[in-house]
């Protein structure tokens, strides 16, 4: 009951946030594409959300104890609120792009971005598939295993990955070249997170050291 309850405001919140986020610094709410986007974002959300609560309950208990509070490192918790406020910096822009009409994608650059979304979105929840350990904090269990297989055989932080593809696909999806941009200082933020998250889980979680080696790349195979 009390995942559902959680499930329901968490939904009805995100609606909200990107209705603001959006709708807001557009002026109007004659923005076909953000209309577009949140329909994305939701189905994106709420169908793996339902499934792990079905399937894997404990997992989902995990990712959704998040946000700057729940985190136990202060540099994590200031890292997450970089995180937010890069979320928060591409939607504004893009918004402000629609608005002032400072760029113009065609469709068909809309409808990828959607899809780098709703990619961005079905990976996270195959990475959680995968590895039921990974919550939204930064957090070691006890008797917590090092996954090495699937997508992180690939690379070591393949949640990442899904956020920064979503994160890519969003500005477009919305219309915008221009919130493009507000990558660059997202990406920093993520690869600050990682590098600190990586001091912890090498000093905390066994065999992370030996997984390493194993798999050299964080992020992007044979880049970083």
Not at 12 to 33: E, R, S
Not at 55 to 70: E, F, I, N
Not at 106 to 118: D, K, Q, R, S
Not at 203 to 210: F, K, S, T
Request: cysteine-free; overall charge neutral.
């Amino acid at each position: 009951m009390k995942v559902t309850v959680q499930l329901l405001a968490s939904t009805l919140g995100g609606i909200v946030f990107m209705g603001v986020l959006l709708f807001v610094p557009a002026g109007t709410f004659d923005y076909w594409q953000a209309w577009v986007f949140i329909a994305v974002f939701i189905v994106g959300t709420m169908v793996p959300t339902v499934y792990l609560a079905v399937k894997y309950p404990d997992a989902l208990q995990r990712r959704m104890t998040s946000g700057p509070w729940a985190e136990t490192r202060t540099v994590q918790r200031l890292i997450t609120v970089g995180i937010v406020l890069s979320v928060v910096a591409v939607g504004v822009v893009s918004a402000l792009d629609h608005r002032f009409g400072w760029s113009t994608p065609p469709t068909a650059v809309v409808v990828i971005g959607n899809v780098l979304v709703f990619a961005g979105l079905l990976l996270a929840e195959v990475v959680i598939i995968q590895n039921n350990y990974a919550a939204a904090t930064i957090t070691v269990e006890a008797d917590q295993p090092v996954v090495s297989t699937g997508l992180y055989g690939l690379v070591r932080h393949p949640m990442y990955v899904g956020a920064l593809t979503m994160m890519v696909g969003m500005p477009l999806a919305l219309a915008s070249f221009w919130g493009l941009l507000t990558l660059i200082p997202g990406a920093l933020v993520f690869v600050a997170r990682i590098t600190d998250e990586e001091k912890a889980l090498r000093h905390e979680l066994d065999g992370y050291e030996e997984y390493t080696e194993k798999v050299h790349y964080r992020l992007v195979p044979g880049v970083w």
